[in-house]
């Protein structure tokens, strides 16, 4: 209860980044599912913004509260993007895809002139590699994949080098991302090198796109129970 009330106390205070006229990316996950909402009771009260989604759960939340809304193709540039993360080190390096939108994720994050992430102070860490590295593969050849993500992890010192394919909880089958991919989950518990772990990722055929953001965030605002923190690089 405290850690959704961080994760709300950090998505509000998101919302002095959002300005009339702004194309807003709109990050997936449950610390901006309450960004979506607090967006809609501003689009109500006169705000005038339109959001790119990050994933099909966000675009079905935000047509749900009224944020006006474009599709990717209807835009060359972003204002700001606002999204979750699952771990944040002091270098505003991140790990995304715990709900597995990485691949869209990043793609709206890149091309927006701004980043902030919106997170509960728990996700702030020394090292990442904590949480799994969530890496979005084709479904063709993923076990091949696999293996080659294990030796990336290996090559670039890290400490743990098991990868999962992810499965739903409910019925055990692969999870599916929006773009009809696998998700591996890296469990590489301290990544050495996150910009080397990165390019090697980058270098495996059949990996798409992987859930190290780095030198995308310039701004993140941890969440406490009782206010937030607003960190810039
Ligand atoms: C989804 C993400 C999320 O931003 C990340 O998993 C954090 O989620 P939450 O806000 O629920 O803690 O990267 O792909």
Not at 34 to 56: A, M, N, Q, W, Y
Not at 126 to 133: A, I, M, N, S, Y
Not at 159 to 165: K, P, T
Not at 180 to 208: F, M, Q, S, T, W
């Amino acid at each position: 209860m405290s850690a959704d009330l961080a994760k709300q106390n950090a998505a509000r205070a998101a919302l002095d980044y959002v300005k009339d006229g702004m194309i807003v990316g709109l990050g997936t996950g449950s610390t901006s599912a309450h960004l979506v909402r607090f967006l809609g009771e501003r689009v109500r009260d006169g705000l005038k913004i339109r959001g790119v989604p990050t994933s099909e759960a966000t675009r079905n939340l935000a047509e749900q509260v009224g944020v006006p809304l474009l599709e990717i193709s209807q835009v060359t540039a972003l204002d700001v993007d606002i999204d979750g993360a699952d771990e944040i080190d002091p270098g505003f390096r991140l790990i995304k895809g715990g709900g597995g939108a990485l691949l869209r994720e990043k793609i709206v994050a890149a091309a927006s002139r701004q980043m902030v992430v919106i997170a509960d102070e728990t996700k702030w860490v020394k090292t990442l590699g904590e949480f799994p590295l969530p890496v979005e593969v084709t479904r063709f050849g993923f076990m091949l994949t696999l293996e080659r993500v294990r030796e990336a992890l290996r090559a670039t010192g890290c400490a743990g080098d098991e990868v999962s394919l992810r499965t739903s909880g409910k019925s055990n089958e692969p999870v599916i991302t929006d773009g009809g991919n696998y998700i591996l989950d890296a469990h590489a518990r301290k990544i050495a090198d996150p910009d080397a772990l990165g390019d090697a990722l980058k270098r495996v055929a059949g990996v798409v796109e992987h859930g190290l953001f780095i030198g995308l965030a310039q701004t993140v605002i941890l969440g406490r129970a009782d206010g937030a923190e607003i960190k810039t690089l």
